[in-house]
T-cell receptor
Framework: GQQVMQIPQYQHVQEGEDFTTYCNSSTTLSNIQWYKQRPGGHPVFLIQLVKSGEVKKQKRLTFQFGEAKKNSSLHITATQTTDVGTYFCAGPDSGTYKYIFGTGTRLKVLA | EAGVVQSPRYKIIEKKQPVAFWCNPISGHNTLYWYRQNLGQGPELLIRYENEEAVDDSQLPKDRFSAERLKGVDSTLKIQPAELGDSAVYLC???????????????FGPGTRLTVL
């Protein structure tokens, strides 16, 4: 069945360092969303990408959607302690429209 | 604007007991999702409603789980009987989709943390 894997599973960085998480789907996605979940909290929507090759920026965060619409990345420049949490990609399969979340990348930022 | 409301926030029950979770989506959102999230994992979709219709319930363990969304607004997810492995956080989310895939942004409620003893 459809799988959405994220790497790395965990990442510890020093405050000020950059961070990147990669999302890879076994099937083509219609669109992709990124969510952030703080410890003990619920997923909070960050951004949606729809077009092949699309790139969007939100302050220190840069999101990319791959040309084949099967992969995506989230890059954080100069991490801050407020960036701590688990980052999930998610999206609907373009054929079945089944919605699936990625496995997540847990980020810890050391002050 | 109020967000997605869920209740209860926490529930502790003994195995074989029934349990129900309630969700009130954001006003005007026609699509409602129920997810189960185990510790350290991503949310797993259980069922998706578009208005009153369950359009994807392929991941719902139908022998013990049931859901309903009468009148296309509030929804209830039930487990009967609960098993030890059902301990998890049950998340409800809603979105506004009117026949187009591109507006599938989901807004999540705080979740119900279920502990089955």
């Amino acid at each position: 069945g459809q799988q959405v894997m994220q790497i790395p599973q965990y990442q510890h960085v020093q405050e000020g360092e950059d961070f990147t998480t990669y999302c890879n789907s076994s099937t083509t996605l219609s669109n992709i969303q990124w969510y952030k979940q703080r410890p003990g909290g619920h997923p909070v929507f960050l951004i949606q990408l729809v077009k092949s090759g699309e790139v969007k920026k939100q302050k220190r965060l840069t999101f990319q959607f791959g040309e084949a619409k099967k992969n995506s990345s989230l890059h954080i420049t100069a991490t801050q302690t407020t960036d701590v949490g688990t980052y999930f990609c998610a999206g609907p399969d373009s054929g079945t429209y089944k919605y699936i979340f990625g496995t997540g990348t847990r980020l810890k930022v050391l002050a | 604007e109020a967000g997605v409301v869920q209740s209860p926030r926490y529930k502790i029950i003994e195995k074989k007991q029934p349990v129900a979770f309630w969700c009130n989506p954001i006003s005007g959102h026609n699509t409602l999702y129920w997810y189960r999230q185990n510790l350290g994992q991503g949310p797993e979709l259980l069922i998706r409603y578009e208005n009153e219709e369950a359009v994807d319930d392929s991941q719902l363990p139908k022998d013990r789980f049931s859901a309903e969304r009468l009148k296309g607004v509030d929804s209830t997810l039930k487990i009967q009987p609960a098993e030890l492995g059902d301990s998890a956080v049950y998340l409800c989310a809603s979105s506004s989709r009117w026949g187009t895939i591109s507006t599938d942004t989901q807004y999540f409620g705080p979740g119900t943390r279920l502990t089955v003893l």
